[in-house]
T-cell receptor, first 114, second 112 residues
């Protein structure tokens, strides 16, 4: 069974600094998708970024980028120029794509200090 | 935003009572999911549906049942609520070509 591990229950960063959240996963599949979701205090799940395993290029969305290391089964999220609004729970998730279920990590709580 | 609503948004109920949570979507997505979120566990899949009247179990399905009589509605029922079912419940939808799941706002259920 696929598993997703987030080894950092909590992280903190100073406003305007850069922070990296870690995620590792285990799978025997060669084609899959990886996601980072943000959950602010409102509880809404917001997709931050997505990476297709067949793509070697790391995904980027504005201040958010990933470091995808397929051989190491690692998928970290880098947040640059951190803002107060980035404070949230961040979940790493895996899927084999299409209609398949998401498998989530346990989450990392990110605090942004002014 | 895939037009997903959940009702109720908050509910407190007593142990042993039946509870039904509703997920309603306006995007005509074929696939729908129920997850529960608990501290230290992330989100875990309870049940999912791949079409009207087509449902299947997820990893934490014990004590839950689901029904889908219309594309837009996916109901989650706790036949006899227990304190271990105190959680936040999320509904999600997707299409086969989307690769992204769209989440509802969640329902906080407390079983006393």
């Amino acid at each position: 069974a696929q598993t997703v591990t987030q080894s950092q229950p909590e992280m903190s960063v100073q406003e305007a600094e850069t922070v990296t959240l870690s995620c590792t996963y285990d799978t025997s599949e060669s084609d899959y998708y990886l996601f980072w979701y943000k959950q602010p205090p409102s509880r809404q799940m917001i997709l931050v970024i997505r990476q297709e395993a067949y793509k070697q290029q790391n995904a980027t969305e504005n201040r958010f980028s990933v470091n995808f290391q397929k051989a190491a089964k690692s998928f970290s999220l880098k947040i640059s120029d951190s803002q107060l609004g980035d404070a949230a729970m961040y979940f790493c998730a895996y899927s084999t794509g299409g209609s398949e279920k998401l498998v989530f990590g346990k989450g990392t709580k990110l605090t942004v200090n002014p | 935003d895939a037009g997903i609503t959940q009702s109720p948004r908050h509910k407190v109920t007593e142990t042993g009572t039946p509870v039904t949570l509703r997920c309603h979507q306006t995007e005509n997505h074929r696939y729908m999911y129920w997850y529960r979120q608990d501290p230290g566990h992330g989100l875990r899949l309870i049940h999912y549906s791949y079409g009207v009247k087509d449902t299947d179990k997820g990893e934490v399905s014990d004590g839950y049942s689901v029904s889908r009589s219309k594309t837009e509605d996916f109901l989650l029922t706790l036949e006899s609520a227990t304190s271990s079912q105190t959680s936040v419940y999320f509904c999600a939808t997707t299409t086969a070509s989307s690769y992204e799941q769209y989440f509802g706002p969640g329902t906080r259920l407390t079983v006393t």
